[in-house]
């Protein structure tokens, strides 16, 4: 779903490209750019330690739907964000004479940690107001600075982190916790603590092992399991927006598929647009929430597989005391 404007906006499709970038001034291999996957991939095998990624765009309007509206002073502007850091900025395409538009935009690397959004508005002057959004880009590139491959989907994230004393020190009021889960970026990342239970990565990350060692390791990749798929959908929830007619607007990335596929275990016998009412319903008046909180757990136990894994330790544990003598 898009959000409605009260006024009259672009109906064609608006285009971003990244046509090649160049960091601290050597130039990327282009093969680190994807144009279907709209990424762009900046971890360069030997090249850790760099300052500044120089990105060059090009956007494409619809020009004769431009030529054919009555609005002066049209901005391209490009934004590149991180919600992780808090760090935005932005840069005004200029109009060529071919009619497409351009510029360079820089993303300093000590302004972000993983991964930027780099999206496109299209502003004008319309029935008098200046700075109205009239258009932008569908999809946004992923400028991914942890990545050497330039992919857009990507599965959660698994860090192991000493969180006492390790480099991220955001950690540190976490050091009693085995993990935690992040969900403040485009791909959600469960954080395991190295210190908190001593041995318990080596276990996660081990794939043989006694029968205790592989009991252990389904129940605790169920209960990560069980915590990240809590913490995706309460993020991709507090992600809705609505627009001016008050219908709710499906995010984008993860937090979609997320709700997708919790929605119909937590609002049960709905279609999905209904769902997305009901859910947002009840996150503002709280009527509900209380029953919501259950069946989310429900769900997320379901896709975790939790029961199962509990019931095989269970039923071993049992075999095991029978067999002793």
């Not at 760090?87 to 395409?93: A, D, M, N, Q, T």
């Not at 999206?119 to 029935?127: F, I, S």
């Not at 210190?195 to 990350?205: M, Q």
């Not at 919790?262 to 029953?291: F, K, N, S």
Request: proline share 4%.
């Amino acid at each position: 779903m898009k959000p409605v404007f009260s006024y009259p906006t672009l109906f064609g499709d608006v285009d971003l490209e990244v046509l090649s970038v160049s960091i601290d001034g050597t130039q990327l291999p282009y093969k680190q750019i994807s144009r279907p996957q709209r990424t762009v991939a900046l971890h360069e095998a030997g090249r850790v330690n760099w300052d500044i990624a120089t990105l060059k765009l090009k956007a494409s309007l619809p020009e004769s739907e431009l030529a054919d509206r009555d609005w002066t002073e049209v901005v391209c502007l490009a934004v590149l964000s991180e919600k992780l850091t808090n760090s935005r900025s932005s840069v005004r395409l200029s109009r060529q004479a071919d009619g497409s538009w351009q510029g360079i935009i820089d993303l300093s690397r000590s302004r972000h940690i993983r991964r930027a959004t780099l999206a496109l508005t299209v502003t004008a002057e319309v029935e008098g107001v200046a700075g109205r959004v009239v258009g932008g880009t569908q999809e946004p590139w992923f400028i991914d600075l942890t990545s050497t491959k330039p992919i857009r989907q990507r599965d959660v994230d698994i860090v192991e982190e000493d969180f006492r004393d390790g480099s991220q020190t955001w950690l540190r009021p976490f050091k009693d916790s085995a993990w935690i889960v992040d969900t403040s970026t485009d791909t959600p990342r469960v954080y395991l603590n190295t210190t908190a239970v001593e041995g318990l990565t080596d276990i996660l990350g081990a794939t043989g092992g006694s029968t205790e060692e592989k009991l252990l390791r389904d129940m605790a990749a169920s209960q990560i399991a069980q915590d990240a798929w809590i913490a995706m959908f309460h993020s991709a929830v507090s992600a809705l927006e609505v627009d001016d007619d008050g219908t709710p607007i499906m995010p984008t990335g993860w937090r979609e598929s997320v709700l997708r596929m919790m929605l119909p275990d937590v609002i049960p016998d709905r279609q999905l647009t209904d769902a997305l009412y009901e859910i947002e319903r009840q996150r503002a008046d709280g009527g509900g929430w209380a029953d919501v909180q259950t069946r989310l757990h429900f769900a997320a136990g379901r896709r975790s597989q939790i029961a199962r894994k509990l019931t095989s330790a269970v039923r071993n544990i049992h075999q095991g005391g029978r067999s002793s003598p």
